[in-house]
């Protein structure tokens, strides 16, 4: 069984930072990783990825403001979100594909809340 472990949320005001964690119970290093958000009432939706090969890709309400980076021997993913706005708000999930180089999301944290105040 693999455990996904998120860790720093929290709350802030517009135009704050957080840095989220996701600490994984085995090697990261192969797979692909996310993090997704779910705000009261939405849809869960993908925030950052990274791939076996750490190419990173973002939704553009994200760009140039969130970094997903992750540390393989920590087993430990990141997600650094700067100016942060009332919109970024929700339960954090990380996850991680089962397979090696694969890209479907199929382990997942419990999640770590974000609250941003304007």
């Known amino acids: 069984q693999v455990e996904l472990v998120e860790s720093g949320g929290g709350s802030v005001q517009a135009g704050g930072s957080l840095r989220l964690s996701c600490r994984v119970s085995k090697s990261i290093q192969t797979r692909c990783m996310g993090w997704f958000r779910q705000a009261p009432g939405k849809e869960r939706e993908g925030v950052a990825y990274?791939?076996?090969?750490?190419?990173?890709t973002y939704i553009d309400s994200t760009k140039g403001r969130f970094t997903i980076s992750k540390d393989n021997s920590k087993n430990t993913l990141y997600l650094q979100m700067n100016a942060l706005q009332p919109e970024d708000a929700g339960m954090y999930y990380c996850a991680m594909a089962a397979f090696t180089f694969s890209c479907v999301y199929d382990y997942w944290g419990q999640g770590t809340q974000v609250t941003v105040s304007s």
């Open positions: 990274i791939d076996a090969h750490g190419v990173t």
